[in-house]
């Protein structure tokens, strides 16, 4: 009787316990689950399937290349490490300036553009006059000096070099391809986030800088226009020559703004679910990402490190995703529930970012620094690190730079009573048999990106 009493009481015990009373490991519960969803989704894997994390991952040695200091914003010449624009055509020009030669009453800018790094372009030097408090035109060339960017990391405005007089007339030409690039500049390192005015102009008649400007998107690009404005200071009452009554019209000063791209030759994709995927719903698009990875010299820490240069591609998921520390919706400038760029939620433009990932490292393969990029999710009270393992299945997977991920809710590979949804029909046979290598050449575009 005596052991019935105490079976009893240690079975109550045991029904009265829960999870967080044991070693439970959310990781390792979501891993197994993970697991178990892919196998039935896919079959057994082949033991020696490294995901694409293989030897063709390669470390670049930018130790010996004269680097530009990151705090630099106004990089003009990076011929190497970034992807130049394409200049601004006569037709571009003409449909921009007449959107901005619209009247918009008590217009202000709602548009926030959440770049790091970002192009500027000449668009458009104003040739309306305006007029000042004593009846005397005044044109944009004559006094809108100086345009301004707001950087977050310094929390100051820094001028945009070369960009005066309501214009930018600097002419580049690239030293290989011989290309001419017109009144374009680069910020480099801005942050992100939210400010009342992210850009400016210096107005020389009333020294003093003047915010009064409105972002439009136009074709998919964005374009910032200013509106003349000036106000003489409070008790100099006489000097009303500083004074210019806005007219609402944004077409004074109109620049592009646009991201800047790293140059990714080289470069590698990674697509990852974030582990939420059951048997009909690996997609593989929670987060879209290029890479590249360099050891470089830093002229500021005065040593060899190793980098990740970033281009984010799409964010499918709607948890909080961070690559290398970097949270994927922020960076995009969306709430964390929107998709981005996978057919359902917003399109946005890619968004490149460099991070340093410790010191130079000569010695581990590219593949190894690759699968340990950390993508880290944030499911409720769980924080669950993305892996992938040789053998086992792979929360993120490894394919070249021009793999096209697959729209919202249409899998990688799916049985045959849905194949009409099937985006890469040999998904599942590489699995299975790590055959063939180039199984992405094979797909269904219509349910790709």
Sequence with gaps: MKKVV?????????????????????QEAANAKFKTEFVKAFGNIDKNQDWGFNESIKVFDYTNKAQTRGHNVNGNMWYQQWVRPVNVTDAEKAKVVAEFSKVRENATHTIN?????????????????????????????????????WNYNTNSYEHVNNFNNANNTTEYTDDVTHEKFIGTTLMIDMGTGDVDNQFGYHNTSSSDYYYDYIVLEIGGAYYVGFDIVGYHPVGQDANVNMDVDRDWVFNDWIVKISPAEFNMVGAFRIIAEDLGASESDFDYNDVVFDVKIANEWNGDLNKNILVGYFVLRAAGGTLPLTVAGKEVHNLFGVDTNVMVNTGAGAVKPSVSFKVILGDADWNTPGSTIAKNIPIIVKNKNSVITLATETGEAPEKICVPTTFRWCKERNPLWISNTESSRMAYPLFKQWVNTRTPDNWYDTKNSEYLY
Aim: glycine residues 8%.
């Design 113 to 149: 553009l959440p770049w790091d790094n970002y192009w500027v372009q000449q668009v458009y030097q104003g040739t309306s006059p305006s007029v000042d408090g004593t009846g005397t035109y005044v044109y944009p060339s004559g006094v809108m000096n100086q345009l301004i960017a």
């Design 6 to 26: 105490l079976g009893l009481i240690a079975l109550l015990s045991f029904t009265a316990c829960n999870k967080n009373d044991f070693d439970y490991n959310p």
